[in-house]
């Protein structure tokens, strides 16, 4: 994962995905995204099942990006196969989803220092403080909007932002 000494947007960073391929955000640029830090064993996984959702019915509106974390409650302990394979299972996910990623803390991946830093982002300072924060990205790669884990991803509060 990579991302230049001082990222413009998010589209400057590349990550992996869950495949193990290298993946440039520049890829979505000129759409919104909804980036996600998920888990697998939260409270909030059913979240998925919303996520994609979202993911078949505003797919031309926004672009879900999931990025499996294990920093709240070791939540996340399973290999990028294993995570793989529980959200097709599971929840029939579509979605990009990248490779299990820190989000949180020092060693935090350079897209959620990104983020989560208002001096890097111009907007907020939130970062993810559990599982399934959201970050709605607007179609030029900047941060729009944070979102807590408790909000839906297709409640009102976050479908409103995807339409402007």
């Given at each position: ?6 990222a413009?947007?998010v589209?400057?960073?590349?990550l992996q ?9 520049r ?9 996600v ?13 919303e996520l994609?959702a979202?993911h078949q019915?505003?797919g031309?509106q926004?672009?879900?990006?999931g ?10 302990p399973?290999?990028d ?13 579509t979605?990009?989803?990248f490779s299990?990623?820190s989000v949180?803390?020092?060693d935090?991946a350079?897209?959620?220092?990104y ?12 970062k ?12 030029q ?13 297709t409640g009102p ?5 995807i339409?402007?």
């Amino acid at each position: 994962m990579s991302a230049p000494a001082a990222a413009g947007s998010v589209y400057d960073f590349t990550l992996q995905g869950i495949d193990g391929q290298s993946v440039s955000l520049r890829q979505y640029q000129g759409k919104k995204l909804l980036i996600v830090n998920t888990a697998s064993e939260c409270g909030y996984t059913p979240q998925y099942k919303e996520l994609e959702a979202l993911h078949q019915q505003y797919g031309n509106q926004v672009t879900v990006l999931g990025f499996p974390a294990n920093n709240f409650g070791g939540q996340e302990p399973g290999t990028d196969a294993q995570i793989a394979t529980f959200c097709e299972r599971n929840f029939g996910v579509t979605f990009p989803l990248f490779s299990k990623i820190s989000v949180a803390g020092a060693d935090a991946a350079p897209l959620f220092q990104y983020l989560g830093s208002k001096a890097q982002n111009g907007v907020t300072d939130e970062k993810p403080t559990w599982n399934f924060c959201k970050y709605l990205i607007d179609e030029q790669g900047h941060v729009q909007a944070f979102y807590p884990s408790k909000v839906s991803p297709t409640g009102p509060e976050l479908l409103a932002a995807i339409r402007q």
